[in-house]
């Protein structure tokens, strides 16, 4: 994105998104995935994933399959960037892994 | 493909309608694509619900950021026109409420009507009773008490009698007669008396109890007492007669209330039985009146 990433407002659900994505940095997860991984409801989990990418913590894109093929529409996955990697593994270790225990 | 994806579908359209027109169409698109992936009607709703409440939020921080950003530049007019979707998403949210509402009616209704029950008898297995097996008990029956049964002897004293032959008729001759001493009934003492068997009476089933009977004042002041009352019962545990006190309790006031608990048990007195049959009698037992702990 190259834009600066902003502050978000941490909550402990925000904290569950972050720790979904954290297990893997590389990995991308549509928001079914990360409402398994993390247990949050929908009504919570898609603003929150929004507010990290106007935040720039979090990019997002298509799938590149072709939903007539695979029988089912395009998944929007979402990826760390960088910038939001640092700041997560920095709000991990200001609150410390137990909160989520 | 609308027919497929149901209510939760239609509902997750009409969520991402009501969201910022940037977001909408991607959001719509998303959000099929989560529910595609879900599996039964309930996680289905619960996915399209959850989007409905996304929208609101979303909206609301998509307005808020928008008129933070410009606010300094344009002044109050941005935020009028900002506040319109704010505005439109009112009759969406009403809908989302009604509906809310409509779904907790139907589940009322269906549990007030028993429509239901086949979805409950599913969900909840039924209750399956075992009776279980009587404690082995090693009661051993009371010993019956021995007969006192004795053999009663018959003691005839025997005394002299003084004999006065009777006159001799004309042509008999006298004949001597012995005498007779005692009478000549054989005692058997292989027979005793037959004893009934008597069973005392008492208070009987639904005899009023003490407590109800314990003077206020006694109570109060924690006076305590055994008072012993006579009373004379029918067959029917009915009194035939008053009580009376044989025995006080050292109380007066205790004395008076054993007296109304003997009257009140009236009807509920158990008869003495001879030979298990009831029978009138009198008979006393005692009341006694102690303060429990608790202040009973």
Redesign the interface.
């Given at each position: 994105m190259g834009k600066q990433e902003r502050d978000v407002r941490i909550s402990l659900q925000t904290l569950r998104v972050l720790e979904a994505f954290l297990e893997n940095p590389l990995n991308e997860l549509?928001?079914?995935d990360v409402?398994k991984r993390s247990g949050i409801?929908?009504?919570?989990?898609?603003?929150i994933l929004?507010?990290l990418e106007?935040a720039g913590w979090f990019v997002s894109r298509w799938?590149t399959v072709d939903p007539a093929s695979v029988g089912?529409?395009?998944?929007?996955l979402y990826r760390l960037t960088p910038g939001g990697l640092t700041r997560a593994s920095e709000v991990f270790a200001s609150f410390g892994r137990g909160v989520l225990a | 493909m609308n027919k497929k994806r149901g209510l939760a579908g239609w509902l997750i359209q009409q969520a991402a309608r009501g969201a910022p027109p940037l977001l909408a169409e991607r959001l719509e698109e998303e959000w099929l694509a989560d529910l595609a992936e879900r599996q039964g009607t309930l996680a289905r709703l619960r996915l399209a619900v959850g989007c409905c409440w996304a929208t609101r939020v979303i909206a609301h921080e998509h307005c808020a950021a928008s008129v933070a950003a410009t606010a300094t530049t344009t002044g109050s007019k941005t935020m009028i026109a900002y506040a319109r979707p704010d505005v439109s998403l009112f009759s969406r949210r009403t809908i989302s409420v009604l509906l809310i509402l409509g779904l907790h009616v139907v589940i009322i209704y269906a549990f007030a009507t028993g429509l239901a029950r086949p979805l409950l008898s599913k969900l909840i297995p039924p209750i399956i009773v075992v009776p279980m097996p009587d404690p082995e008990r090693h009661w051993d029956p009371p010993p019956l008490p021995q007969p006192t049964l004795s053999a009663n002897k018959l003691q005839v004293d025997r005394e002299p009698v003084d004999y006065f032959p009777p006159p001799a008729r004309e042509g008999l001759e006298a004949q001597p007669v012995l005498p007779q001493v005692g009478p000549t009934l054989p005692v058997s003492p292989e027979l005793p008396p037959r004893v009934a068997h008597r069973e005392g009476g008492g208070p009987g089933k639904g005899f009023p109890h003490t407590d109800d009977f314990y003077p206020a004042n006694a109570l109060r002041l924690g006076q305590e007492g055994v008072a012993t009352v006579q009373v004379c019962v029918d067959e029917k545990g009915r009194l035939t007669a008053m009580p009376t006190i044989t025995q006080s309790s050292g109380t007066a006031s205790l004395d008076d209330g054993a007296m109304k608990l003997a009257k009140a048990g009236s009807g509920h007195y158990r008869p003495t039985t001879e030979d298990g049959r009831p029978v009138s009698s009198c008979y006393e037992y005692r009341i006694g009146f102690h303060v429990r702990k608790d202040g009973r």
């Amino acid at each position: 994105m190259g834009k600066q990433e902003r502050d978000v407002r941490i909550s402990l659900q925000t904290l569950r998104v972050l720790e979904a994505f954290l297990e893997n940095p590389l990995n991308e997860l549509a928001g079914a995935d990360v409402q398994k991984r993390s247990g949050i409801a929908s009504g919570t989990l898609y603003p929150i994933l929004l507010r990290l990418e106007s935040a720039g913590w979090f990019v997002s894109r298509w799938e590149t399959v072709d939903p007539a093929s695979v029988g089912r529409p395009r998944r929007r996955l979402y990826r760390l960037t960088p910038g939001g990697l640092t700041r997560a593994s920095e709000v991990f270790a200001s609150f410390g892994r137990g909160v989520l225990a | 493909m609308n027919k497929k994806r149901g209510l939760a579908g239609w509902l997750i359209q009409q969520a991402a309608r009501g969201a910022p027109p940037l977001l909408a169409e991607r959001l719509e698109e998303e959000w099929l694509a989560d529910l595609a992936e879900r599996q039964g009607t309930l996680a289905r709703l619960r996915l399209a619900v959850g989007c409905c409440w996304a929208t609101r939020v979303i909206a609301h921080e998509h307005c808020a950021a928008s008129v933070a950003a410009t606010a300094t530049t344009t002044g109050s007019k941005t935020m009028i026109a900002y506040a319109r979707p704010d505005v439109s998403l009112f009759s969406r949210r009403t809908i989302s409420v009604l509906l809310i509402l409509g779904l907790h009616v139907v589940i009322i209704y269906a549990f007030a009507t028993g429509l239901a029950r086949p979805l409950l008898s599913k969900l909840i297995p039924p209750i399956i009773v075992v009776p279980m097996p009587d404690p082995e008990r090693h009661w051993d029956p009371p010993p019956l008490p021995q007969p006192t049964l004795s053999a009663n002897k018959l003691q005839v004293d025997r005394e002299p009698v003084d004999y006065f032959p009777p006159p001799a008729r004309e042509g008999l001759e006298a004949q001597p007669v012995l005498p007779q001493v005692g009478p000549t009934l054989p005692v058997s003492p292989e027979l005793p008396p037959r004893v009934a068997h008597r069973e005392g009476g008492g208070p009987g089933k639904g005899f009023p109890h003490t407590d109800d009977f314990y003077p206020a004042n006694a109570l109060r002041l924690g006076q305590e007492g055994v008072a012993t009352v006579q009373v004379c019962v029918d067959e029917k545990g009915r009194l035939t007669a008053m009580p009376t006190i044989t025995q006080s309790s050292g109380t007066a006031s205790l004395d008076d209330g054993a007296m109304k608990l003997a009257k009140a048990g009236s009807g509920h007195y158990r008869p003495t039985t001879e030979d298990g049959r009831p029978v009138s009698s009198c008979y006393e037992y005692r009341i006694g009146f102690h303060v429990r702990k608790d202040g009973r």
